[in-house]
């Protein structure tokens, strides 16, 4: 299971993390992220100790989807050195997101 990023911890797990992160931003109710979660899950275990990967609730946190302008789900937003270096929005196969990630970690 990727990890849970919320408004509360945002700050320290994405924005100050020392790898890349990958962000899913999802809802239990959008029919795409429920597609998208299970890689992003698999991606997590992938790159265990290479990156960060997570996923936050936009209905749970609105704080950071509202900053970082988040219209649609899923997006997925790539972090290095706490900026954004990328980003994905909809749903799209696995290796798509996986390419993202190792050119962040390159």
């Known amino acids: 299971m990727a990890l849970e990023i919320t408004d509360n911890n945002f700050e320290e797990l994405v924005l100050k993390s020392d790898k890349p992160v990958l962000l899913d931003f999802w809802a239990e109710w959008c029919g ?10 698999e991606l997590h275990k992938e790159y265990d100790g ?3 990967v997570g996923k936050l609730n936009v209905d749970e946190n609105p704080r950071v ?12 937003l790539y972090f290095k050195n ?8 909809g749903a799209v196969p ?3 997101l996986a390419n993202k990630l190792d050119a962040q970690l390159a």
């Open 82 to 89: 706490g900026q954004v270096v990328d980003k994905q929005v």
């Open 50 to 52: 290479k990156a960060v």
């Open 32 to 41: 795409p992220c429920r597609m998208v979660g299970p890689v992003v899950d």
């Open 65 to 76: 989807a509202t900053e970082y302008g988040i219209m649609s789900i899923p997006a997925l």
């Open 94 to 96: 696995k290796h798509i």
